[in-house]
T-cell receptor, first 113, second 114 residues
């Protein structure tokens, strides 16, 4: 069963912030929220992850609600090269029992000029 | 990511043929994975390996086998290819000792079984 729910598609104007939502209402206390993206048919690329605090790196920011049931990935200044499928994934970090990333269908973000 | 390479990048074969897809990494990671992706769908795990002596089945291992020849090499074999194994195949590596436990993916192999 899917652990996350994402909108199938979103549009964003170049230079604007892209806010990608993710619902993970059944997340467990030891599960992290990870975001990956896949450009065309390339291998998925790690973006960011977090447990309960907001996180920021050179690519994006991750905002997690206080109850941890949802999160938002923010690309502050989207460019055409950010057009991709974005996957929100919840998993235990470094667990021993299997470390598969469970990919849903993700959100297709289209950035236009 | 150039640190994870896959060969071949594209392959067309016929039903019943034996096919091997190879993955090599220079990241020094112990954990390696094979995923397949069908059009419009997310990736699904075929096999994974925690180290050279450890092999584990994933969600969809039927019809596939793997070999971990060394820390840096993890091969996926289709003993007798069938058309519904036509897909995009990705290899990945990770090091749970790192803070992010990130998985790093190769560029993929596009396999077509006629």
């Amino acid at each position: 069963d899917a652990k996350t729910t994402q909108p199938p598609s979103m549009d964003c104007a170049e230079g604007r912030a892209a806010n990608l939502p993710c619902n993970h209402s059944t997340i467990s206390g030891n599960e992290y929220v990870y975001w990956y993206r896949q450009i065309h048919s390339q291998g998925p690329q790690y973006i960011i992850h977090g447990l309960k605090n907001n996180e920021t790196n050179e690519m994006a920011s991750l905002i997690i609600t206080e109850d941890r049931k949802s999160s938002t990935l923010i690309l502050p200044h989207a460019t055409l090269r950010d057009t991709a499928v974005y996957y929100c994934i919840v998993r235990v970090r470094g667990n021993q029992a299997g470390t598969a990333l469970i990919f849903g269908k993700g959100t297709t973000l289209s950035v236009s000029s | 990511d150039a640190d994870v390479t896959q060969t071949p990048r594209n392959r067309i074969t016929k039903t019943g043929k034996r096919i091997m897809l190879e993955c090599s990494q220079t990241k020094g990671h112990d954990r390696m994975y094979w995923y397949r992706q069908d059009p419009g769908l997310g990736l699904r795990l075929i096999y994974y390996s925690f180290d050279v002596k450890d092999i584990n089945k994933g969600e969809i291992s039927d019809g596939y086998s793997v070999s971990r020849q060394a820390q840096a090499k993890f091969s996926l074999s289709l003993e007798s290819a069938i058309p519904n194994q036509t897909a995009l195949y990705f290899c990945a590596t990770s090091d749970p000792g790192q803070g992010t436990d990130t998985q790093y993916f190769g560029p993929g192999t596009r396999l077509t079984v006629l």
